[in-house]
Every structure is written in structure tokens, then in C-alpha cells.
């Protein structure tokens, strides 16, 4: 079996190190599996659902397997949280505030000091590219800033 995406699989447990070996026992069996329907990955997995996706060749789309297996584990450990009343400034904030970062510190990652205070202030919008900088930084969805 291959998984898709080993790296961000990695990335992920990295960030999270309570899941870590959790994650690491997931790699184990996935790669061992042998998984053409989602009936072979309900035998490993019972709580897998419909959601995960069967290709014309029968693999099964492992990615959105990691995704459902990280959905129910987060759920299940109390860690998902509801962020659909946030809006994109105010994740921004909870994020500088979360990781220490001032102004100054987090400005020169999107532009400057200047920028990040107009986007604060609500002179002006994310851009596409200060979106995808900001999620990379916090290891977050880019969709938190839309």
C-alpha cells in the first residue's frame, strides 16, 4: 500500500506530539494494509464511513482515511474545536497571541509591521499570499483566513 503523503503525515505529528504515536501505529498498519474497498478498511477501522473515497483502480484514497482517522481521534480526545464563529482577524489574533507574536515579530513574515497593522485594523484584506504564509507558519488551513 502507499501513502500518499508521508511528509504531511510527519508535519502534522510534529505539531501534535499527544498523537504522535498514535500516528505512528496508523503509517505502520497502512502501509501493511491491503485495502481495495471500504469494507477491507472497516475490518481495521469500524468507525470509517462512506466519506472515504474508493479510486476506479479500488485503492482506497488514503489521505481522506488519515483525514477521517485524525476527524475521529481529535473528536474523541476532546481536541475539535468549533472555529465557524471566528472570523479570519480574529483567528489571526488568537494565533499571535497563542504563539507569543508581536506586531513587529509576525509583520516581516507577511510584509511588514505596516501591513499587518492595516489588516489588524481592517484597512485592508489578507492577501492570497499572506494567506498561505501565515498557514504555513501556524500549521493551519488556509480556509481559517478566508
Keep these: ?3 500518499v503523503n508521508e511528509q504531511v ?13 498514535w500516528l505512528e501505529n496508523w503509517l ?4 501493511q494494509a491491503a485495502w481495495q474497498t471500504i469494507q477491507d478498511v472497516k475490518k481495521t477501522y469500524p ?4 466519506g472515504i473515497r474508493v479510486r476506479s483502480g479500488g485503492a482506497v484514497d488514503h489521505m481522506e482515511t488519515l483525514a477521517q482517522l485524525i ?11 468549533d472555529l465557524s464563529h471566528l472570523t479570519p482577524l480574529d483567528a489571526l489574533r488568537h494565533l499571535m497571541e497563542v504563539h507569543g507574536l508581536t506586531v513587529t515579530a509576525l509583520g516581516g513574515l507577511i510584509g511588514s509591521q505596516g501591513t499587518l497593522c492595516d489588516v489588524l485594523g481592517g484597512r485592508r484584506q489578507l492577501s492570497k499570499a ?3 504564509k501565515l498557514a504555513d507558519h501556524f500549521g493551519v488551513s488556509p480556509a481559517i483566513f478566508l
Design 1 to 3: 500500500m502507499r501513502i
Design 130 to 132: 499572506m494567506i498561505r
Design 71 to 81: 476527524d475521529d481521534y481529535e473528536k474523541g480526545e476532546g481536541l475539535k474545536m
Design 28 to 31: 505502520v498498519i497502512a502501509r
Design 47 to 50: 468507525a470509517a464511513d462512506g
Design 9 to 21: 503525515i510527519e508535519r502534522f505529528a510534529r505539531r501534535r506530539a499527544d498523537c504522535c504515536a
